[in-house]
């Protein structure tokens, strides 16, 4: 990462590596997921904290930019919320 921008790769396979996603507050940031998996609901990651709902084709990465303004922690989820994840901005 640089001061920049922050750009972070989840692997989308059986749940989200890494789990837990930390950011420095203020700089710009996107997350980009990359379904290596079929399985179920991972087809959709959704934040109504963070504000995106992104479809996640198999083997096509789908990147989100975030808003880093306001530290906290916001969580996000497949479609069906069974596999979760975490944004930690600092």
Do not use: W
Not at 48 to 54: A, D, H, K, M
Request: charged residues 10%; negative net charge; contains cysteine.
């Amino acid at each position: 990462m640089s001061e920049a921008s922050q750009n972070v790769n989840i692997e989308v396979a059986g749940g989200y590596q890494p789990q837990v996603v930390v950011l420095k507050a203020g700089v710009p940031a996107t997350l980009t997921f990359n379904r290596t998996s079929a399985q179920g609901c991972l087809d959709v990651v959704h934040s109504q904290q963070l504000g995106f709902e992104t479809a996640l084709p198999l083997n096509q990465p789908q990147t989100v930019a975030l808003n880093t303004t306001a530290a906290g922690e916001y969580d996000f989820s497949c479609g069906m919320d069974m596999f979760h994840g975490k944004v930690v901005i600092r």
